[in-house]
């Protein structure tokens, strides 16, 4: 390849583009302007002649040149591409060694890679056979029993009930001793008598409900705690289980 490009490139980059084959008319052209624009400092402009050049004529040699320049334009990890296609040609000794110091150098300027992402591990599924909770954690949440609040509430109403009309009893029994006369103080006192019969069985009733609410509600947490599920393999198919204790 005696022409322009020898006399610019064989010194700049590579000596043995020297022993490269004549160059196709249209790739000399190419070739005279790469190396005018190497040695005007137009690295950008040489590259983009020498690919040209390469894609009309693709010789060996040039893969060295178009690294060479590319490693002045500090694209290191395009160069290395290039001189690994130079070498794959099985170039001489001496310009496979200095390849290979060319490719060294431009390792060294490439960054370090970056760190791989840390991806969190997934759940695991559990095996087939293997036993898997039916509740979610807030599924034995005494919120979650309509009846034991429903029958704590209406123990708590009755309580109250219960408990203004025992002090009405005891009103209606401080008002009967200052009756007019002894038929109005009779049926003050049966009145009170009555309210307060009626208060205690009140309070105990809601008292009642209150327990069994919250004895409902007890075990209610405790068995959704202790069920499970199990599906387990079999020569047909599969057998689905549930259990728990109480």
Known sequence: MKNRLSLVLVCALVPAIAEAQTATDDAKVLLDKAGKAFQAGDFASALTSLQAAYDKDPQPDLLY????????????????????QYLATSPSEGAAKDTREAIAVCKAKLPPPAP????????????????????????????RDPLGITLIGTGVLAGA?????????????????????????????????????????????????????????????????SSHVALVPTTGGAVFGWGGSW
């Open 161 to 225: 009930i219960g408990a203004v009309l025992y002090q009405d009893a005891r009103s209606d029994l401080d008002s009967a001793e200052t009756a007019r006369d002894n038929a109005t103080y009779l049926d003050t006192v049966d009145t009170a008598h009555t309210k307060r019969n009626v208060s205690v069985v009140l309070m105990l009733g809601g008292g009642a409900l209150i327990t069994g609410g919250i004895v409902r509600l007890v075990k209610r947490d405790r068995a959704e705690k």
């Open 116 to 143: 791989e992402p840390v991806v969190a591990p997934q759940p695991l599924a559990p095996p087939a056979g293997a036993s898997a909770s039916t509740s979610d954690p807030g599924a034995g949440r005494w919120y």
């Open 65 to 84: 040149a178009i690294a060479q320049t590319e490693q002045k334009l500090d694209k290191c990890g395009a160069a290395i591409g290039h001189y690994e």
